[in-house]
């Protein structure tokens, strides 16, 4: 159970918010001082959602904690990830820039990770928009291509790809932007009320449950 007892006085209720990211409304629900978890039903994977809850007391209001989710993520899907998005490839000596759009979580229908492929071989793996190769010969032209991923794709599986873009030596590139695919990314924040788990409600892909611990003002 929750502790209830805070710089301000006992928590008298929570206020929470729900709905899919961007469109959230506040939750006309009954969540007492003693409750720590709320069922979410009724999801639809691969649809991003985004939760908050704040704690009041008579005090006042406590800061709020949220997080983004997913009732379960799917492989990001061609027809959706309308990706061909303007790319820059940057020489600094012989340091190469790489950078990528980012798509929205609606897009991807996952928190997505990338693959980038240089000259056809796997290069590395990001959660970024961007990344850095060093060290390379500057006479040379480069392939990049770039994949989009999802947690629900097994390794055997591919996900979404850019096209192939070649990267022209610093000496002869001109000023055309290379065109690449991008994606965003998703993620937890934090407040005082620390720690909402997302769990599973038995084998269930349409519902979520949500519990939380609240805890003292300024405490760890």
């Not at 007391?57 to 061909?84: H, K, M, R, V, W």
């Not at 000259?119 to 970024?128: L, M, S, V």
């Not at 990314?185 to 009320?193: A, E, H, R, T």
């Amino acid at each position: 159970l929750p502790e209830q007892e805070d710089t301000f006085g006992n928590i008298t209720s929570y206020t929470v918010t729900f709905g899919i990211l961007g469109n959230e409304t506040t939750l006309n629900v009954n969540i007492t001082p003693n409750m720590n978890e709320y069922h979410l039903m009724d999801l639809v994977p691969g649809v991003p959602y985004h939760f908050t809850i704040r704690a009041s007391t008579n005090g006042g209001y406590g800061e709020t904690d949220e997080i983004t989710f997913f009732s379960q993520e799917l492989a990001p899907s061609p027809n959706t990830c309308t990706i061909l998005r303007m790319v820059r490839g940057q020489w600094s000596g012989s340091t190469l820039i790489i950078t990528w759009t980012p798509l929205t979580l609606h897009e991807v229908r996952g928190f997505p990770f990338y693959i980038v492929y240089i000259d056809e071989e796997k290069h590395a793996n990001t959660t970024e928009s961007s990344i850095l190769l060093t060290g390379l010969d500057t006479s040379k032209s480069y392939t990049v291509q770039v994949e989009v991923r999802t947690r629900f794709l097994n390794p055997l599986e591919m996900g979404v790809f850019s096209n192939e873009v070649t990267i022209a030596p610093p000496e002869v590139e001109d000023s055309k932007d290379s065109a690449i695919l991008g994606f965003a990314l998703g993620g937890v924040l934090g407040g005082i009320l620390v720690g909402i788990v997302i769990g599973t409600v038995g084998t269930l892909l349409t519902t979520k449950l949500l519990t939380w611990r609240s805890k003292r003002k300024g405490n760890d």
